[in-house]
C-alpha cells in the first residue's frame, strides 16, 4: 500500500499563491513605471509649450509643419535633422541622418509618417518604445525622450 504525500497539495497551493503574489507586485510597479514615465513626460511638455496629441501606443505628439504628402512608410529612407534630450532637457544627441524608418527607434517609426517631407515634429517617447530598460550611451535605461524632428527627405 503506497502512503501518501498529504503536504504536496499544501505546498502546491502555496506556491502558486505565492507566484501569483510575485506577478501581481511586477503589474503594480511596472504600471507606476509608466504612469511616473507619463508624468515626466506631461510635465515636460507643459514646461516646454508643447500641446501634444496622444498616441494610442503612449507617444505624445505636436505636429509643427505638417509637410507634403510625401510622407514615410517603414520601408522609406528618411532624412532628419533632429534633437533628442531627457527629460531634465539635457541633449544627449542631435544632428542630420539618413536611415531606413525601420532601423530607428520605435518612437520615431509611430510618429514620423504623421508628417511629410518638409515637416517638423516635437515627440514625447515612453522608454519602451526608446531604448527600453537598457539604454544607450548618455541615455539612461527607463528613460523617456523628447524628439525635436524636422523630416527633409523621404524616399
Known amino acids: 500500500m503506497r502512503s501518501k504525500n498529504l503536504f504536496t497539495p499544501f505546498f502546491r497551493n502555496i506556491a502558486l499563491a505565492s507566484l501569483f503574489i510575485i506577478s501581481l507586485l511586477v503589474q503594480i510597479s511596472c504600471s507606476k513605471s509608466s504612469a511616473s514615465e507619463k508624468e515626466q ?3 515636460f ?4 509649450n508643447i500641446t501634444y496629441v496622444s498616441d494610442p501606443s503612449g507617444v505624445l505628439y505636436q505636429i509643427i509643419t505638417a509637410g507634403n504628402n510625401n510622407k514615410p512608410k ?3 529612407t528618411i532624412t532628419v535633422t533632429y534633437t533628442g534630450k531627457l527629460m531634465n532637457d539635457k541633449t544627449f544627441d542631435s544632428g542630420t541622418i539618413t536611415y531606413p524608418l525601420n532601423n530607428l527607434i520605435p518612437g520615431w ?3 514620423l509618417p504623421f508628417i511629410g517631407e ?9 522608454s519602451s518604445l526608446g531604448y527600453g530598460s537598457s539604454g544607450s550611451g548618455e541615455i539612461p535605461g527607463n528613460s523617456p525622450l523628447y524628439f525635436d524632428v524636422s523630416l527633409s527627405k523621404v524616399k
Open 45 to 48: 511638455a507643459a514646461k516646454n
Open 41 to 43: 513626460m506631461t510635465s
Open 118 to 126: 518638409g515637416g517638423q515634429i516635437k515627440i514625447l517617447i515612453p
Open 74 to 76: 517603414l520601408t522609406s
Open 109 to 111: 517609426q509611430i510618429a
